[in-house]
């Protein structure tokens, strides 16, 4: 299992490579004029997503941009983290059921109440 880091990285390295080849092939086949106009933003974007790569933590003690998104974890560090939420979600899935059987307890004796 990849840190979240690595796989942010790739992917908008990713898309940013895409758009960086779409513009290639816009240019080459002459559909994007050398004059600036809304095509340009396909540029544009490649370059904000190539900053975004370059942006993103590769060890876990380094603070960036997106770092509070793409948090460099080792595996240990992320099993530990998956673990965690599995366990508050199962807490929360039980605390849900209490609340349920609470509210069926006090709708049964209020029925009863009533007849």
């Known amino acids: 299992m990849d840190?979240?880091?690595?796989?942010?990285?790739r992917l908008f390295f990713a898309i940013a490579s895409a758009l960086f080849l779409v513009t290639f092939l816009a240019l080459r086949d002459g559909r994007l004029?050398?004059?600036f106009n809304v095509g340009w933003?396909?540029?544009?974007?490649a370059f904000f997503f190539l900053g975004l790569g370059f942006s993103v933590p590769m060890e876990?003690?380094?603070?960036?941009?997106l770092a509070r998104w793409f948090p460099?974890?080792?595996?240990?560090?992320?099993?530990e983290e998956v673990q965690n939420e599995v366990?508050?979600?199962?807490?929360?899935g039980n605390l849900g059921g209490a609340w349920a059987q609470l509210e069926?307890?006090?709708l049964t004796e209020s029925i009863g109440e009533s007849e």
């Open 3 to 9: 840190n979240p880091a690595a796989v942010g990285r």
């Open 87 to 92: 366990e508050d979600s199962l807490k929360d």
């Open 104 to 106: 069926e307890a006090m």
């Open 60 to 65: 876990s003690s380094a603070e960036g941009l």
């Open 72 to 79: 460099a974890m080792d595996e240990g560090k992320l099993a």
């Open 41 to 45: 933003g396909i540029p544009i974007a």
């Open 33 to 35: 004029p050398l004059e």
